[in-house]
């Protein structure tokens, strides 16, 4: 199985070596967690050190937005376009949402719209990965398509895209959201049973200082870490300290990985 870096120092420790290639990679975390830094940094890297162009799948923040705010890492994200490293899609689902008619025959509309995002979207992605021969795809965060108000039909339009994406020969990492605050959570959402790799972004203050933790929840097929790591955002963008732990919300050092 050959395997990618995902260009985000200490996180290849994690995984035995990065993310194995094919691979769906769901990173989950509450807001501000660093859920975009993540994904962003391993498109950029990608195209700039490894040489593997990206696509990245905005559905909340414009492009322009994302754009700019990679810039504060030192991210050149236009150029990476300009060179065909790296193509945006901006698929809002509010925008989405309008396009659709609705038929008036009384049916739940929003199934026809989670849908028919995931089928536009999809058809979308595969033209730019072809276009630009794309190994990597970046989504951001899939939390937006669960728009229908029914739980089922909104794990369907998850499970579709998923399928979609299991047809392109790249790595994906798809972000979602989670509630923050704690290290405990409730249930599990079906991409968190779907993606192959699950890594989970936490956020929590402990006597007043804030600690960011992130551990790798399961990786199909692969030995994983299993234990919580601090990380920081930086300068440079996301790091992970994978020599350090996190235990009862104190960091420790130097604990033997795997
Ligand atoms: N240059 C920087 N130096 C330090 N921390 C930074 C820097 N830039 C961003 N951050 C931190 O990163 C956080 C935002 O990260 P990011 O946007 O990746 O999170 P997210 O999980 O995608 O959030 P959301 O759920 O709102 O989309 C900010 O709240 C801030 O704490
Ligand atoms: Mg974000």
Redo the contacts with the bound molecule.
């Keep these: 199985m050959s395997r990618v870096s995902t260009g985000i120092p200490g996180l290849d420790d994690l995984t035995a070596g990065g993310f194995i290639s094919g691979d769906i990679v769901l990173v989950t975390?509450?807001?501000?967690?660093?859920?975009?830094?993540?994904g962003?940094q391993y498109l950029y890297r990608g195209a700039m050190d490894y040489g593997e162009p990206g696509i990245l799948v905005t559905l909340?923040?414009s492009p322009a937005r994302v754009i700019r705010?990679a810039w504060?890492?030192g991210w050149d994200i236009e150029r990476l376009i300009k060179e065909n490293k790296m193509r945006v899609i901006h698929a809002d689902p509010i925008a989405y949402a309008h396009y659709i008619p609705d038929r008036g025959d009384g049916d739940d509309m929003h199934l026809d719209t989670g849908s028919k995002i995931v089928e536009t979207l999809s058809k979308h992605i595969e033209r730019y990965v072809g276009e630009i021969e794309a190994r990597r795809i970046f989504i951001?965060?899939i939390t937006s398509l669960k728009i229908s108000q029914e739980q089922i039909r909104a794990r369907f339009t998850i499970m579709e895209l998923i399928k979609n994406l299991e047809n392109l020969d790249c790595t994906t990492v798809l972000?979602s959201?989670i509630n923050s605050g704690t290290l405990s959570y409730e249930s599990f959402s079906v991409e968190e049973y779907l993606s192959e790799v699950v890594i989970r972004?936490h956020t929590f203050r402990v006597s007043g200082n804030r600690i960011r933790a992130i551990e790798v929840l399961k990786m199909r097929g692969g030995k994983h870490d299993d234990m919580l790591r601090p990380y920081?955002?930086?300068?440079t963008g996301l790091v992970v300290y994978q020599r350090e732990t996190v235990i009862d919300g104190e960091v420790i050092s130097a604990v033997t990985m795997m």
């Design positions: 975390g509450g807001p501000g967690s660093g859920k975009t830094t993540l962003l909340e923040e705010n504060q890492f951001d965060s972000s959201e972004m920081a955002i930086i300068d």
